[in-house]
Structures are given as structure tokens and as C-alpha cells.
């Protein structure tokens, strides 16, 4: 027993190879009980690959994994093959997507899985663990409601409770304020820093550097699957873990140029639509995006973003309102309409929607093409024109694949979104025939690492240069802050304001984000007011 | 325990593996027939050169200018090729199509009614027009059988597997009342069928039974062939296939897709009709309804949807079955023998798959591992 608490976990020298890649090389990973610890790297940099080793869903090729043992301190090696072992062993994990039933209760969601008791339920007792747990934790939930009751952060508190349920003495985050408001991460940090007084080891995984800074008191930073630095936050800066984690110097500020907004090409007029199970999920939304100008949409997820692009796109019918595209009027059109009349579309699902994953590069490239000369003639596609077409694109966009006729799912998520980047612009570029091309971009950067993000960053502001008007659905505040000119706040399907970017502030955004209408500020203009 | 495995996925299979692993699970498919042929008191190895000769031949027979179990087994695979393609297409769009058996009786039953009846209706048309127009009847029955499933699928998200399954029933048991009923020969005795066709309603053959059907179904890969691997129709079925959400997303209407992709598929199964009757039995009697369009499946699935894959495994398969008749005349086998063989292979293949996805790996439990967990922990 030292001065120092007592490590919890220790992985020593964790080797985990995949054909033609090693994802991890000699990883080392020390964590102490007590302590919140970032695990920092940009995507492929090998963190989801360590932390799945520890929770059983991989096995190393190399290297060990040692637990505390007993009241001593002494560190015992373990053996981890299962998530079910991992479990056991008192390591859990809080993954990305949750992992929850939508239509039990949250009790019933915590007891999935458990062995124990094997006849009798008492589901009264069950609950009752659960308040007391949840009070301890301040992890304010109802046992008994169902989980499509809940809200994303609720969710989430209850996969925190599974963890504590099963008695985890280690737990894991997946980027775990991907999905949440700024204040709701708030409230996550203070329960993350009560669960590390109670001697429980903390490993969450992010590539924000604002919340590694603000959480976390050691972040390790891996690059490129090797160890990097681990260092305590309060010895460093923003500016030297970016430079850690992409291995040179990093701007954080986008150029953004002064481009004259033009006419509308995007109109809406009080549309409505339902989601996907029949219930009303956008609430007479009206907006106006013009030429040159990016209008940024915020919100917490799942409040309509999604259906919202799909109706701008064709995807999904409105129910009421109009859709108009340089004033032509296409609503309830098949997507092909809005594909020629040059809507572009960047889905926040890219494998799930955006791309054919199995299919290689250029098959996907040709997505939007392939029912024009030159990548078809009549019936009949134009080989050499495809892969002239796609080894274009490949080259403008920097699309790293081995070649065009790679299985598009193998790249990475950088390359996965500049395929589609590559894709969509070209396609509004052909089709708009010197007009304005509307860009819908939805979760254009999310999960991409700071590399990824700059450039397709770069590009929807050199879109906006050219005249494109483009419609970014994000999350990340900041990049809706630095890039967008005039930002919306969609609430429950309903847009709450739109201000100027210029003048928008965090916290303001973030009120709206959780409902509140916001308070009449000189610095904020009310929908409707467009149409100059 | 002090071994353990996993699977892990493959990133990509590579192409080694991909060729490698069916033969093997051929072979391990005929090792494993071979212990049961042992169990049931034969000698493998006889027996399954008696299947070979069975459905190719021998050497002498052939220098005697003798080629009568080769045209045997060509017939038989015939029907599986035509049922073979339309099943794999439908299935390349991930339309499970298991109706390919009423597609086919149907497709029989409506190049029937030409032969049968537009010689006394229409008089008018010449005998050489017969042949084009029982095929255009015989595509046409088949791919109106397969419209309604398709309709229902694509209008109402009626579940294909039930309707495609059910309406195979309705079809075999339409001609079968058909040919018992009101369409029976009245020269015939008291046999159920139909009078046979004009001579002139009949296709053409090589030698022995083997007919032109055949060249048909060779036509037809090509074209399906060249249809999926070249147009941007097959281009949309493959990304249909592959992503619906992105199809849909592509400006692609999957509605039309499942109609005219099951209009082809119902076609060629009802082409097989056509060439059964026209090419063998020259009337519709028992005998349409054998099980081509269920073996269409296994087909498929063996071909991993290829067109000319579809071509080698109905050779196959059609080997199979004529070599199991044989080895009940040679052997004294039960011919069901085959169908066992054909069942093995058919498991071993696609059991093997998984091996071109995913590695196996095996690695040394340590002594400070926990009580090992049950199987099936992972989800």
C-alpha cells in the first residue's frame, strides 16, 4: 500500500491485430480506483479496440490484464473471454448505442441478462434496489416506466444503473455526451465524479477535448493503436492534447469567408410529419435556407432532425406544409424528384442509409449518377466511364481506399463520409445546372476525428462559397457555432428560434435545446421574419 | 477447459477462401454420405462411382456413341436452371421467393393451353408460330403467378414467404383438376392428362429425351447475366439487395423493382413450365409438379445467386438425382440416397460458409481465468 490510490485495472503491453491492421501495439492502460480517466485518440487510433478487450468482446493477440485483487493492493492477472466474464469480474461498459428493450421498464431493462435468482422474481425487491441505488448515485430515475418513455440522458442513466446493478467496480463510457445537451453532460460529469468518490474506477472514451479537460483527472492518448502520453489534466491544455492525439499542431478556429446569402432554394411552410411509429414528429416547421448561407439546425437527438432531412429529401411523406425548391413546389415527390432538382443529402446514418456497405467504392460513388451519360448509356452502364468517374473523385476528395473496387464498409469513418461528400456535391453540381444546389447535411461530422472533421468542415464552407445553401443537422454546438451563419433550435419537432450565429451563445442554445422557449433578446429574431 | 475459440470476423474473405471452402465442404459432404453409406451396408466408393456412371456415363458408352445417362441428367437440370435464375434473382433483392413451383406449373399450364386449345379457337395461326407463342404464354403464366405475391408485397408489406409458398398449392392443384377433371383426354383411357399436343407444340430435341429447352436456359443466364452485371437495372436490384434505405435513398422505387424483378422471376420459373411440357411429357399430366421450383432454392442459395453458378449446380444436382436412380438399380439402394447426399452437401456448403466470413481462432485458457461461462454469453 503507497500514498497514491490503488490501481483498479492495469493492461500491459495489449496487442490486438486485424488482417492488415494492428490496432493496438503494446497498449499499456493503468487505472486508478477513484479515479475518472480519458482514454483520447482520434477514430482507428485503437480505443473502442482496448476497451472491448476489457469487456470481453475481443480477445488480445498480446499482453496482460490485471484486476485489484484482495484489501492488499495486489494486482491478480485475469482471463477475459466473454462480456459475460468481464462482467463478473466487476468491468462493465456503457457502450455508444445503447443496449436497452424499448418496451420494458428499466427495471426490467437492469435484471436482462442476470443469472440470479433463477425461479422466484421479485420484481418489488428489484425496484427497490433501484431506487436506493439511484438515490445513492443521484441518478434520478422511475424503475417502473418504460424505456421509450425516457429521454436520451435518462437512457442512458440507465445503463449507468445496469452497471452499478451488477456490482461494477470498473466502468467504461463510449463517448457518452455524444447525445446529450450541454447540461444534461454537465450532470453526467457530477455523477461520473460521485461514482469515483465511492472508489470506482471511471474510463470514458471521447475525442472532445473539452469534456477530457473538464472530467477526467488522467487521459491517456493514443495514436495510430500506440501508447502516446498519460498524463493528469491539470498539467496540460487543449492545444498539447490535440497535438498528442493528431500528432502535429491543430487550428481550432475555421476560416469562414464572408459570402452574401442569395435567393431561397430552401423554403418550408409549416410542415408537419409523422415518425416513424405514427406520432407526430415535426410540428408546423418553416424555414428559408438561402443561396451562400448555411443554416445550422440544434437540438438534442431524436427531435425530429432526422425526419426532417427525410422530408426535404423525399424520404418521408409530410403530412402537412409545403416543401419548395427554388419556389418550385415538390412536396409528398418521389426522392427522385428532389435528386434532379439537385438536393443533395449527407445521412447521419452513413453505413445505415448513406452507402451500400458490401458494395465496393465506385458502386456507391455512382449512386446518384449512374442514370446519366456517361456512367450509362440507355440501359447499359459504361464501365470505363465508371471507374474514370470514380478515380476522379476518389483523387479531388482524398478518399484513402486501396482502390475503387474496395468493399466501401472497410474504410474508415473519415473516408466512409467523404465518400459521400464526394458523391452528393458532385451530383448537386451536375444537376443544378448553374442554379443554386441544396446540401442537406446531417451529423456531417460526428465520430469523424479532428483530421475528418476539418476537411469535411472545409468543404461544406467551400460549398457555401460556390452559392451552395446547405441545411447542417448537428449536435456539436460549436461546430453549428463556427460554421453555420444563422442557427435553429428544434424542440420536439418544433423550431424554437433561429438566431444569428454571430450572436449566439452556448447556454442560451442549450436552454432551447431542453425546451424552454427562449426569453426576447435583442440579439435573437423570431420565425417567421424571412423573405427579405 | 484448457482451450478456448472465437470467431472473428472477417474484414475481408479472402479469394482463396472463398474458392477453398465449398470444395471442402464438398468433400467433407461426401465423406460424411460415405459413413452412411457404410451404416446402410454398401460400399462408398462403389457406390458412388455407380452414381457417377449413373449420371454421366462411362467411357465405353461413350466411344459406342452412347450418351444416354449425360442427356438424362441435362434434362433433369434443364427446369432447375430456368426455376434456378428466377429464384436467384428474386433473391438478389432479398425478395424470398419460394413460389417458383406454382410459377412453373402455371407457366406448363398456360403454353398448355395454347398447344391444347388454339389450334380449334384460332385455326388461323400457322404451325411454325407454336413454339414462340407457347414460350411467350409459358413466361407470361409464370410471371402473372408471381405478380400477385409481388403486388401484395410491394402495395400492402404483405409477407412474401407465405404468399409466394401458398400460392404454389393453389397452382398444382388448379391442373391437377384441370388434367383429372374437365381437361382429361377423353381418348385416354381413364389416365389422368390431357390430349397430347400437336407435334408441331413440341420442342424440338437433340438426342434421346434432350431438348431445346436447354439452349433456352442457357440463353437466359446470359441474358441474366448480363442484365445484373451490366445495366442499371441490375445495378438498382443490387442496391436494393444490398441497402433498401439506401436505395430508397438513391431515388430508386423499391415498389417497382419488386414488381418487375418478380415479373422476370415468375417468367423464367414459368419458362421451365413451358419446356417440361413442350419439351418432355407433350401434355400436362402428373409429373409437372416434381419439386424443381423448391430445388430452384437450394439451387440458388449453392450458386450464391450466379447466374452461371445456377448453371453448374443444376448440372449437379440433376447429377445427383439421376445417379441416385441408378444407384438403386445398380446398387440396390434406396434412391432416397440421393436426397440424403443432396441434403449433406447442401449442409456442408452453406454450414461452411461461415468459414469464409469468419476465422477461428484458438487460444489457451490460463489458470486464473473465471469459471468458464456458458455458451451463447455473447449477445
Known amino acids: ?532 | 477447459m484448457p482451450f478456448s475459440l472465437k470467431l472473428e470476423k472477417r474484414l475481408e474473405p479472402s479469394k482463396t477462401i472463398s474458392y477453398l471452402v465449398p470444395v471442402a465442404s464438398f468433400v467433407l459432404a461426401l465423406l460424411f454420405g460415405a459413413v452412411l453409406l457404410a451404416l446402410a451396408g454398401a460400399n462408398p466408393l462403389q457406390t458412388y462411382r455407380a452414381m457417377l456412371e449413373g449420371a454421366f456415363g462411362t467411357p465405353e458408352q461413350w466411344q459406342q456413341g452412347e450418351f444416354y445417362s449425360l442427356t438424362e441428367t441435362l434434362v433433369k437440370a434443364t427446369p432447375l436452371m430456368l426455376t434456378g435464375l428466377g429464384v436467384s434473382i428474386a433473391f438478389r433483392m432479398l425478395f424470398w421467393n419460394i413460389g417458383a413451383e406454382g410459377q412453373l406449373v402455371m407457366g406448363g399450364f398456360a403454353a398448355g393451353a395454347v398447344a391444347l386449345w388454339a389450334p380449334t379457337l384460332f385455326p388461323f395461326i400457322p404451325p411454325w408460330a407454336y413454339l414462340p407463342l407457347m414460350v411467350v404464354a409459358g413466361m407470361l403464366g409464370g410471371a402473372l403467378w408471381g405478380l400477385i405475391p409481388a403486388m401484395l408485397k410491394a402495395y400492402l408489406r404483405v409477407n412474401e414467404i407465405i404468399t409466394t409458398l401458398m400460392l404454389n398449392y393453389i397452382a398444382i392443384l388448379w391442373v391437377q383438376h384441370l388434367y383429372y377433371g374437365p381437361w382429361k383426354d377423353p381418348q385416354g383411357y381413364g389416365f389422368p392428362g390431357t390430349a397430347q399436343f400437336p407435334e408441331y407444340a413440341w420442342l424440338p430435341r437433340f438426342t434421346g429425351r434432350l431438348h431445346w429447352g436447354l439452349i433456352l436456359a442457357l440463353v437466359a443466364a446470359a441474358l441474366i447475366w448480363l442484365v445484373l452485371d451490366r445495366t442499371r437495372w441490375g445495378y438498382e436490384i443490387r442496391l436494393i439487395g444490398e441497402n433498401q434505405a439506401a436505395a430508397r435513398y438513391a431515388g430508386i422505387s423499391i415498389a417497382r423493382n419488386i414488381i418487375l424483378v418478380m415479373l422476370l422471376s415468375g417468367g423464367l420459373a414459368g419458362l421451365a413450365g413451358m419446356t417440361e411440357v413442350a419439351g418432355i411429357s407433350h401434355r400436362l399430366q402428373q409429373g409437372l409438379a416434381v419439386g424443381y421450383g423448391f430445388t430452384a432454392i437450394i439451387v440458388a442459395w449453392l450458386a450464391k445467386l450466379n447466374p452461371w453458378g445456377v448453371i453448374l449446380v443444376s448440372i449437379l444436382l440433376a447429377a445427383l438425382l439421376v445417379g441416385g436412380d441408378q444407384i438403386q438399380i445398380v446398387m440396390g439402394l434406396p434412391a432416397s440416397m440421393a436426397l440424403v447426399l443432396q441434403g449433406a452437401i447442401l449442409f456442408f456448403m452453406l454450414g461452411g460458409d461461415i468459414f469464409t466470413r469468419y476465422r477461428v481462432r484458438f487460444f489457451r485458457r490460463s489458470a486464473a481465468s473465471p469459471q468458464p461461462a456458458q455458451t451463447g454469453a455473447g449477445k
Open chain 1, 1 to 532: 500500500m503507497n500514498t497514491s490510490p490503488p490501481t483498479s485495472v492495469k493492461m500491459r503491453g495489449i496487442v490486438k491485430r486485424f488482417p492488415g491492421v494492428v490496432a493496438n501495439d503494446q497498449v499499456d492502460l493503468e487505472v486508478r480506483a477513484g479515479e475518472i480517466h480519458a482514454l483520447l485518440g482520434e477514430n482507428g487510433a485503437g480505443k473502442s479496440t482496448l476497451m472491448n478487450v476489457l469487456c470481453g468482446l475481443y480477445r488480445q493477440d498480446a499482453g496482460e490484464i490485471f484486476l485489484a485483487g484482495d484489501k492488499d493492493g495486489h494486482l491478480r492477472q485475469v482471463d477475459i473471454n466473454s462480456p459475460r466474464d468481464a462482467i463478473e469480474l466487476g468491468i462493465g461498459m456503457v457502450h455508444q448505442h445503447f443496449m436497452l428493450v424499448p418496451t420494458q421498464t428499466v427495471a426490467e431493462n437492469i435484471i436482462l441478462g442476470l443469472t440470479q435468482p433463477r425461479f422466484a422474481l421479485n420484481m418489488r425487491q428489484v425496484e427497490k434496489e433501484i431506487r436506493e441505488l439511484s438515490g445513492q448515485y443521484r441518478l434520478q430515475v422511475d424503475p417502473t416506466a418504460c424505456i421509450w418513455q425516457l429521454s436520451v440522458g435518462e437512457q442512458q442513466r440507465v445503463e449507468i444503473l445496469k452497471l452499478l446493478y451488477r456490482g461494477a467496480d470498473v466502468l467504461i463510457l463510449d463517448e457518452p455526451t455524444a447525445v446529450l445537451t450541454p447540461q444534461e453532460a454537465e450532470e453526467l460529469g457530477q455523477t461520473l465524479r460521485r461514482m469515483a468518490g465511492e472508489g470506482k474506477a471511471i474510463i470514458f472514451i471521447s475525442h472532445k477535448l473539452d469534456e477530457v479537460t473538464t472530467f477526467a483527472d488522467r487521459v491517456t492518448v493514443l495514436r495510430d493503436g500506440k501508447n502516446v502520453a498519460t498524463l493528469p489534466t491539470a498539467d496540460t491544455s487543449k492545444a498539447e492534447l490535440a497535438r498528442l492525439m493528431v500528432g502535429r499542431e491543430v487550428l481550432f478556429r475555421v476560416d469562414k469567408d464572408e459570402v452574401e446569402p442569395d435567393q431561397a432554394v430552401l423554403t418550408l411552410r409549416d410542415v408537419e410529419a409523422l415518425s416513424d411509429k405514427g406520432l407526430p414528429c415535426l410540428r408546423r416547421v418553416s424555414l428559408e435556407v438561402r443561396s451562400g448561407e448555411i443554416l445550422g439546425i440544434a437540438g438534442v437527438a431524436g427531435n425530429g432532425q432526422r425526419e426532417l432531412a427525410e422530408v426535404i429529401t423525399g424520404l418521408r411523406p409530410a403530412t402537412g406544409g409545403q416543401v419548395l425548391v427554388r419556389d418550385r413546389n415538390l412536396t409528398n415527390k418521389a426522392p427522385r424528384r428532389f435528386i434532379s432538382a439537385a438536393v443533395s443529402h449527407i445521412p447521419g446514418d452513413r453505413l445505415g442509409m448513406g452507402l451500400a456497405g458490401n458494395l465496393p467504392v465506385s458502386d456507391n460513388l455512382m449512386m446518384k449518377g449512374y442514370r446519366r451519360p456517361p456512367l450509362s448509356s440507355g440501359p447499359f452502364l459504361v464501365r470505363n466511364a465508371i471507374a474514370e468517374f470514380a478515380s476522379r473523385l476518389i483523387q479531388a476528395f482524398q478518399i484513402t481506399t486501396p482502390s475503387p473496387n474496395t468493399a466501401v464498409r472497410t474504410l474508415s469513418g473519415g473516408n466512409l463520409q467523404k465518400t459521400i461528400l464526394a458523391r452528393e456535391i458532385t451530383a448537386g453540381e451536375e444537376l443544378s445546372q448553374d442554379q443554386a444546389p441544396l446540401l442537406v447535411a446531417v451529423h456531417p461530422t460526428r465520430g469523424l476525428d479532428v483530421g475528418a472533421t476539418e476537411s469535411v468542415q472545409r468543404t461544406l464552407l467551400e460549398q457555401r462559397a460556390q452559392g451552395t445553401a446547405i441545411l447542417l443537422i448537428s449536435e456539436d454546438l460549436d461546430e453549428l457555432l463556427s460554421i453555420s451563419d444563422r442557427i435553429a433550435v428544434i424542440y420536439e419537432g418544433e423550431l424554437m428560434a433561429v438566431v444569428d450565429a454571430a450572436d449566439a451563445d452556448v447556454e442560451h442554445l442549450g436552454l432551447m435545446m431542453a425546451g424552454e422557449k427562449h426569453m426576447t433578446n435583442n440579439d435573437v429574431t423570431i420565425e417567421p421574419g424571412f423573405g427579405d
